[in-house]
């Protein structure tokens, strides 16, 4: 006899899963980016990613979920930070206002203005962003904070590949990373996934959160909180450094 439940998780636990979850990744990707369409490239970027989590979480395994997001988000960020470094003048056409950021990204790193687009000189925009993570999350079941998350790490990649490309020295390569950015970006995951299983699972109890999944609401909080604590020194640090 079969358990219903049991064969509904069962397909998220499938590697075959995982694997398209993958390719995917790299297709929705690597092809919106090549062909410079900064509006396909989020918007399918984002139906994906969300599809895929969505299936995890209506089946009660939040643990795919996550694992759903483990893959697909580190994929998305090598695929087009090494796609910028090999095609930096096409990439451009794929981020609005791409020529603009990367001038603004090298004047940050070689040149020690304020960080692009961060917390410092935009925090209304981070605002936005999280209320968008948290309560569009909610809302949509992970669609608009999966719209926001995605755009960010387009963003950290492009930003990373410009500057790669840009070093003169390959050692210095772990100077260009946005730690602070992939912090935050690693707690906003966690928090889609919360936010997105109340409307997946009509589960709306607060105290079955607090319960179930403490660990990764704190663990995503302190991920975003640290981030944002970073960014308040660290681009400034790494500016400072002999090497850059």
Same mark, same amino acid.
Request: contains cysteine.
């Given at each position: 006899?079969?358990?219903? =439940? ?28 090549? =062909?410079?369409?900064?509006?396909? &490239? ?26 759903? =997001? ?53 925090? &209304? ?14 809302? %949509? ?41 992939? &912090? ?16 997946? %699972? ?23 909180? &640290? ?11 790494? %500016? ?5």
């Amino acid at each position: 006899m079969h358990d219903p =439940m049991t064969d509904n998780i069962s397909i998220t636990r499938d590697p075959i899963y995982y694997f398209t979850v993958g390719f995917f990744a790299l297709l929705t990707t690597a092809l919106p980016a090549l =062909m410079g369409q900064p509006r396909f &490239l989020p918007i399918i970027q984002t139906l994906a990613l969300t599809i895929f989590v969505a299936v995890a979480i209506h089946r009660h395994n939040v643990r795919g979920a996550l694992k759903v =997001m483990a893959l697909w988000l580190p994929i998305q960020f090598i695929v087009l930070t090494l796609l910028t470094v090999a095609f930096g003048q096409r990439l451009e056409a794929a981020f609005a206002n791409g020529f603009l950021y990367r001038g603004a990204i090298t004047a940050w790193f070689f040149a020690g203005t304020l960080f692009p687009a961060g917390l410092v000189s935009e925090p &209304l925009t981070y605002l936005i962003e999280v209320t968008g993570i948290l309560l569009g999350s909610l809302a %949509t079941a992970g669609l608009v904070g999966t719209w926001f998350l995605v755009r960010l790490v387009n963003q950290a990649a492009y930003g990373t590949g410009i500057l790669l490309a840009a070093l003169e020295n390959p050692g210095q390569s772990f100077l260009v990373l946005p730690y602070w950015t992939l &912090l935050r970006a690693a707690g906003y995951a966690g928090l889609i996934v919360l936010c997105a299983e109340p409307l997946l %699972t009509s589960t709306w109890s607060p105290g079955y959160y607090w319960q179930q999944h403490r660990r990764l609401l704190l663990i995503s909080v302190t991920l975003v909180l &640290l981030g944002l604590v970073l960014e308040l020194f660290l681009p400034g640090i790494v %500016t400072r450094t002999p090497a850059a």
